[in-house]
């Protein structure tokens, strides 16, 4: 089975361009999470969908919003990104509320 | 929110050598996690345990809900068990996770 798939890999945008991430979950699983994660840090929550519902946001500004699509599949968009946006972004899919599978991340560079 | 602390930041070892890792968390939990991440940035995922006791091979872990604390013990360790350690923990719709354990093993 294929495991939690993210894409692009890596992206090198602009500070002040928007970015669109894209995740797809383990087939399946009906949750998909965001995080951020820093050089050097735990990654940090931003976001969690179940069933096309937002059930959770982190502390993130709402320059960051996010959306899952009817296949479960999800979307995070960043606008007028800052250099401080420079991460690896995360994509995590669970049944439910349960044990979380993460996939191998996109990592998004600021300039 | 919870607050999740991990010990020690960091820790070095012999090839062959045992290890405990430890995760306090700060509130009653649902769901806890430990993952290795690899040099590339993929999170694997080593334990599901929200409580009690589990084995894999060389790792083992233990949580105590209780008293809020989980432990990872990883025995004969291997050049290959170098990385991140992360404990992540949930109780309402958002993981938390510890700043890490880097464990490096050296030959």
């Known amino acids: 089975d294929a495991g939690v798939t993210q894409s692009p890999t890596h992206l090198i945008k602009t500070r002040g361009q928007h970015v669109t991430l894209r995740c797809s979950p383990i087939?399946?699983?009906?949750?998909v999470s965001w995080y951020q994660q820093v050089l050097g840090q735990g990654p940090q929550f931003i976001f969690q969908y179940y069933e096309k519902e937002e059930r959770g946001r982190g502390n993130f500004p709402d320059r960051f919003s996010a959306r899952q699509f009817p296949n479960y599949s999800s979307e995070l968009n960043v606008n007028a990104l800052l250099l401080g946006d420079s991460a690896l972004y995360l994509c995590a899919s669970s049944v439910s509320e349960s044990e979380q599978y993460f996939g191998p991340g996109t990592r998004l560079t600021v300039t | 929110g919870i607050q999740v602390e991990q010990s020690p930041p960091d820790l070095i070892l012999q090839e062959g050598a045992n290890s405990t890792l430890r995760c306090n968390f700060s509130?009653?939990?649902?769901?806890l996690q430990w993952f290795h991440q690899n040099p590339w940035g993929q999170l694997i995922n080593l334990f599901y345990?929200?409580?009690g006791t589990k084995q894999n091979g060389r790792l083992s872990a233990t949580t105590v809900a209780t008293e809020r604390y989980s432990l990872l013990y990883i025995s004969s360790s291997q050049t290959t068990d170098s990385g991140v350690y992360f404990c992540a923990v949930s109780g309402n719709n958002d993981m938390r996770f510890g700043a890490g354990t880097r464990l490096t093993v050296k030959p």
């Open positions: 509130d009653s939990v649902n769901n």
């Open positions: 345990i929200p409580s």
């Open positions: 087939s399946g699983h009906k949750s």
